[in-house]
């Protein structure tokens, strides 16, 4: 599974990165993670609002960093 970090690289960036390996590592998934810094790319996505998350190229939250909980039932949902 490969899951995309869209954003800048901001502190709430880097923590919905850590928290999504971390959901993963917790469940037990192999996932790839991606940091997409560049702005157009970003809007390529149609996201407005960053940190977001995407897996395999389709946007699944913007806007916010959820807990470990939340990504957990994301990526067991997608897996």
Do not use: N, W
Request: glycine share 10%.
């Amino acid at each position: 599974m490969r899951v995309q970090i869209l954003g800048s690289g901001c502190p709430k960036c880097k923590l919905l990165a850590e928290r999504t390996s971390e959901a993963a590592r917790g469940v037990g998934l192999e996932i790839e993670v991606v940091k997409v810094t560049d702005i157009t790319e970003i809007l390529g996505y149609g996201v407005m609002s960053t940190p977001a998350l995407a897996i395999d190229g389709q946007v699944k939250l913007s806007g916010k960093v959820p807990t470990v909980a939340e990504l957990h039932q994301l990526l067991t949902t997608h897996a």
